[in-house]
T-cell receptor, first 118, second 110 residues
Framework: GAVVSQHPSRVICKSGTSVKIECRSL??????MFWYRQFPKQSLMLMAT?????????EQGVEKDKFLINHASLTLSTLTVTSAHPEDSSFYIC??????????????FGPGTRLLVL | GIQVEQSPPDLILQEGANSTLRCNFS?????LQWFHQNPWGQLINLFY???GTKQNGRLSATTVATERYSLLYISSSQTTDSGVYFC????????????FGKGTLLTVNP
């Protein structure tokens, strides 16, 4: 149980294009999903918290107009990197919280999406 | 904000050896989790451990909440244990946000 998927697993795009990454909770309903970014050999940094049916909450320094987050259902959140630039190249990871379970404070992580912007 | 510090940053072991990873955290951390990130990037939940001791096979973890630290023990290490081990502190007051430490890169050599 508590499986989270991400799609695509890796993407290469040209500078200036937009890229959408999907995060799905496969066997549970996730009222809250989180988006992280991880640069090589660094830790995970939280970008934003996504609550179903409401606007996402962004961490300080994260541009909300550049990283658009939509949490349209209890099993799907999307992150769109708009007008991507080479410095946006990174490993993007989503996670979902599973409320109502015996360990409802833990987060379950997707496999990540490697974005390379040329 | 939450502070989470891990040590050591790097650890190299021979297969079969035991190791202890440490995580210190600040007062504002409510709960502690340990994760293993495999070489492909997947984060795997190891322990949700706000206090006390838990064991899962060759891995065990102990959190002493009153002293603000947690330890992850790996016994009889295997090459498949290689990867980065993260501890993360949960802040219930901020919509359950997790703050990650910088991780310990473990390399287990055959």
């Amino acid at each position: 149980g508590a499986v989270v998927s991400q799609h695509p697993s890796r993407v290469i795009c040209k500078s200036g294009t937009s890229v959408k990454i999907e995060c799905r909770s496969l066997d549970f309903q996730a009222t809250t999903m989180f988006w992280y970014r991880q640069f090589p050999k660094q830790s995970l940094m939280l970008m934003a918290t996504s609550n179903e049916g409401s606007k996402a909450t962004y961490e300080q320094g994260v541009e909300k107009d550049k990283f658009l987050i939509n949490h349209a259902s209890l099993t799907l959140s999307t992150l769109t990197v708009t007008s991507a630039h080479p410095e946006d190249s990174s490993f993007y990871i989503c996670s979902a919280r599973a409320p109502g379970t015996s360990v409802n404070e833990t987060q379950y992580f997707g496999p990540g999406t490697r974005l390379l912007v040329l | 904000g939450i502070q989470v510090e891990q040590s050591p940053p790097d650890l190299i072991l021979q297969e079969g050896a035991n190791s202890t990873l440490r995580c210190n955290f600040s007062d504002s951390v409510n709960n502690l989790q340990w994760f293993h990130q495999n070489p492909w990037g997947q984060l795997i939940n190891l322990f949700y451990i706000p206090s006390g001791t838990k064991q899962n096979g060759r891995l065990s973890a102990t959190t002493v909440a009153t002293e603000r630290y947690s330890l992850l023990y790996i016994s009889s290490s295997q090459t498949t244990d290689s990867g980065v081990y993260f501890c993360a502190g949960l802040d219930r007051g901020s919509n359950y946000k997790l703050t990650f430490g910088k991780g310990t890169l473990l390399t287990v050599n055959p």
